[in-house]
């Protein structure tokens, strides 16, 4: 007679602990930036009555960070740490903490203090009061060198052009999402720039802005260079090619291999009228070669799509592969 009422009451428990706000922070060599961040972390959500945990990604650092985090941890209970064996990047130590997070609501923050903690309150009413799925900061007056600001701006129009999401600034580690939100995205190379993009793929589209404040580095050093950019961008690119052709890759390979069939048979037919008929010499024509060649990359594409389509056929003719949103009725 008693189980279930315990298990009842576990359950209404672990519902009530559910913090107002987790915070996940990626962390890679930040040791002397990690007690204040706390600590500001501590007064912004205190003064504003909120209830929180703080989820401190270690990503395999060098520089005692997570000595320090175990100090952290030890002195308060709402301080948790997670320690990866060696570096695995920011999309790694976002997506173990998105999995662990268990706030209503959840938002990344950058260790570095470049993130004002104090936004914490001001980006949680937003989402509330406006409806967001996410609110992503847009760091309006950078406090950073010229040759961060620059491919920056570059990476933010091509992502707004390609992804048709209206952000400014994609590259902000602030940002903070309704818990379900963070449960739908599988967050992975250097797409931690995209969660938004992906959010929307999911179907949680309501995107917001707000700006933030951004502050100037005090401790250690940047570990983004162009490099990192140019992994983003290919990262980009698969993101787009997987949300919009992941389950139909025929459309994809079937019609650029269709033309390129297409295109060559017709040089083809035209070239042998021409020696057929007119009886030119065609050996040594270049249209004979660039034919063949479009012939077989056609039907090599088109092959593709036909293997593409075996691929994802078994996860499409499954139920589960759609997320319901909600159900009424008996
Ligand atoms: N987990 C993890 N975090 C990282 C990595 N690289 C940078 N970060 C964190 O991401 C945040 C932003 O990095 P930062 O170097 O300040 O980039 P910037 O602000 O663009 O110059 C900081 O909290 C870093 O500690 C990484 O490889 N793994
Ligand atoms: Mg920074």
């Not at 936004?119 to 900061?137: K, N, Q, T």
């Not at 950073?144 to 570059?154: A, C, G, M, V």
């Not at 309501?206 to 162009?226: C, D, N, S, Y």
Request: aromatic letters at 10%.
């Amino acid at each position: 007679m008693t189980t279930p009422d315990v298990a009842v009451s576990a359950s209404l428990v672990s519902i009530d602990d559910a913090p107002d706000v987790s915070l996940v922070v990626p962390v890679y060599d930040e040791a002397e930036s990690l007690p204040e961040l706390v600590e500001r972390i501590r007064t912004a959500c205190d003064e504003a009555g909120m209830t929180f945990d703080v989820w401190l990604i270690d990503d395999g650092s060098r520089d005692g960070s997570w000595g320090v985090i175990e100090r952290l941890a030890a002195d308060d209970s709402r301080i948790r740490g997670v320690r990866f064996r060696r570096n695995y990047g920011k999309s790694a130590a976002l997506a173990v903490g998105f999995e662990r997070a268990a706030g209503d609501l959840v938002m990344t923050l950058d260790a570095d203090l470049q993130d004002d903690p104090a936004e914490i309150p001001a980006m949680a009413a937003m989402l509330r009061e406006g409806g967001y799925d996410l609110v992503s900061g847009w760091k309006q007056k950078r406090h950073d060198p010229f040759e961060k600001r620059l491919p920056s701006k570059f990476f933010n129009g091509v992502t707004r052009a390609i992804s048709g999401i209206d952000l400014h600034d994609f590259n902000s580690g602030i940002k903070i999402y309704r818990r379900e939100v963070v449960k739908a995205v599988r967050v992975y190379g250097e797409l931690h720039r995209y969660v938004p993009l992906l959010a929307k793929w999911e179907g949680y589209d309501r995107i917001g802005e707000k700006v933030v404040q951004h502050h100037a580095r005090k401790h250690g050093r940047t570990k983004f260079g162009l490099e990192r950019y140019l992994r983003g961008f290919l990262d980009l690119l698969t993101v787009v090619f997987l949300t919009r052709y992941l389950t139909r890759p025929m459309h994809f390979f079937g019609g650029f291999g269709s033309l390129a069939f297409l295109a060559g048979s017709l040089m083809g037919l035209w070239i042998s009228v021409d020696k057929l008929v007119f009886g030119h010499p065609i050996g040594d024509r270049p249209l004979l070669l660039l034919a063949v060649t479009l012939v077989i990359v056609g039907t090599v594409l088109f092959c593709t799509g036909l293997l593409g389509e075996l691929v994802v056929r078994p996860k499409m003719e499954r139920t589960d592969a759609f997320d319901i949103a909600e159900m009424v009725g008996g």
